[in-house]
């Protein structure tokens, strides 16, 4: 009977056993199958977006093609930063079509980090070019002309002054920060891809997170100077205002010519939105919440498509596809009218001729007589 006993016992906590670890079995496939789910479809929402993104901003680059006022209104690099504005979008959607245990996914993802640091220093060097033509601005004097602001720089060094221009040091700073940031920030990320503190969370995340993964070199190089890049701009940015609309009392400045105050609200648009799409960016790579990072592929379709339809609407761009118009309207009416003056021509000419009049008669007396 105790041998019964001892049996029956040792059936039922094997039957109780194999249920509990076949329940626990069960679970684990549905959250595999759960998280499985959430993936494509974190990968669909990435794809859509960026491609939504990707194609507002190639139209945006046509339209700035097509017209040559609008590459002048705008300026070099603000067509640089939208240039580097749609590369991203591009990388970004490829890396989303990669593999995430792919290697080629690591280089892309570099690549697409170095087109995102790239914009935003290049839209930092626009804001400073906005101080320092707002701070070269003319001033008109009493007698009716204007007075620019000498761009030389000068240093005392004993007996000696030197004196430089300006100009080629700006360009060589801007150079500097649009190529060279971008780039020693991405080999150091390169550097300390080894180096990972991640958590179970953060590597779950990384395979939805395309190009922005959670490791040490995005955390304490990549997003920190983001920011410090950004804060800059914004520093630019109210400093120009103050130079554009603190000055009112003189009667003319350079600074408040119509492209000018274009390029400053394009500069500030495009500040204030990556601003708030890589603030949402870092909460969603900090917390590895997918939530939030559909928030910031939400944010980057939207900024793209913004930037298309605001800056394409805006009344100096309208001003200028008016023009266009109105230019091409005159030239058709010149070509229209070249071309009838001659027919005009043509038909005098065989009018005038007596011998092709039948009503007069033929004289046939010398002209002598």
């Given at each position: 009977m105790d041998f019964?006993?001892?049996?029956?016992?040792?059936?039922?906590?094997?039957?109780?056993?194999?249920?509990?670890?076949?329940?626990?079995?069960?679970?684990?496939?549905?959250?595999?199958?759960?998280?499985?789910?959430?993936?494509?479809?974190?990968?669909?929402i990435n794809k859509v977006c960026f491609s939504l993104a990707l194609i507002s901003a190639l139209l945006h680059l046509l339209l700035i093609l097509c017209f040559r006022g609008i590459r002048l209104l705008y300026g070099p690099l603000i067509i640089l930063e939208l240039v580097w504005f749609t590369l991203?979008?591009?990388?970004?959607?490829?890396?989303?079509?990669?593999?995430?245990?792919?290697?080629?996914?690591?280089?892309?993802?570099?690549?697409?980090?170095?087109?995102?640091?790239?914009?935003?220093?290049?839209?930092?060097m626009s804001s400073v070019s906005l101080c320092r033509q707002m701070w070269l601005g003319a001033a008109q004097t009493p007698w009716g002309y204007v007075v620019p602001v000498r761009d030389e720089r000068q240093c005392q060094v004993g007996c000696l002054q030197l004196k430089w221009n300006g100009r080629p040091c700006y360009i060589f700073s801007s150079a500097l920060i649009i190529l060279g940031v971008p780039t020693a920030v991405v080999i150091m990320n390169s550097c300390l891809r080894g180096m990972t503190?991640?958590?179970?969370?953060?590597?779950?995340?990384?395979?939805?997170?395309?190009?922005?993964?959670?490791?040490?070199?995005?955390?304490f190089i990549f997003f920190p100077t983001v920011s410090i890049v950004l804060l800059a701009q914004l520093m630019c940015c109210s400093i120009s205002a103050k130079l554009r609309y603190g000055s009112q009392e003189q009667s003319t400045l350079l600074a408040q010519l119509p492209h000018v105050t274009a390029r400053f609200w394009i500069t500030v648009k495009l500040a204030t939105t990556h601003c708030l799409i890589w603030l949402a960016a870092f909460f969603a790579l900090f917390y590895a919440s997918v939530a939030m990072w559909h928030v910031f592929t939400l944010l980057s379709s939207l900024q793209s498509i913004f930037v298309t339809v605001n800056f394409t609407f805006s009344r100096p761009v309208l001003d200028l596809i008016h023009q266009w118009q109105e230019d091409k309207l005159d030239q058709l009416k010149t070509e229209v009218n070249l071309i009838r003056h001659p027919l005009k021509i043509q038909k005098t000419l065989v009018t005038i001729p007596i011998s092709s009049n039948p009503a007069l008669p033929c004289s046939t007396t010398p002209w002598g007589d």
């Open positions: 019964e006993k001892v049996f029956s016992e040792c059936v039922k906590n094997s039957t109780k056993f194999l249920r509990t670890k076949s329940h626990d079995l069960s679970d684990v496939n549905i959250s595999m199958n759960e998280d499985i789910r959430i993936d494509s479809e974190t990968y669909t991203i979008h591009f990388m970004t959607l490829v890396s989303s079509a990669i593999d995430p245990e792919s290697s080629v996914r690591l280089i892309v993802g570099s690549i697409t980090d170095l087109f995102i640091l790239a914009t935003v220093c290049t839209n930092l503190t991640l958590t179970t969370d953060h590597l779950e995340f990384s395979n939805v997170s395309c190009n922005l993964i959670p490791n040490v070199g995005h955390f």
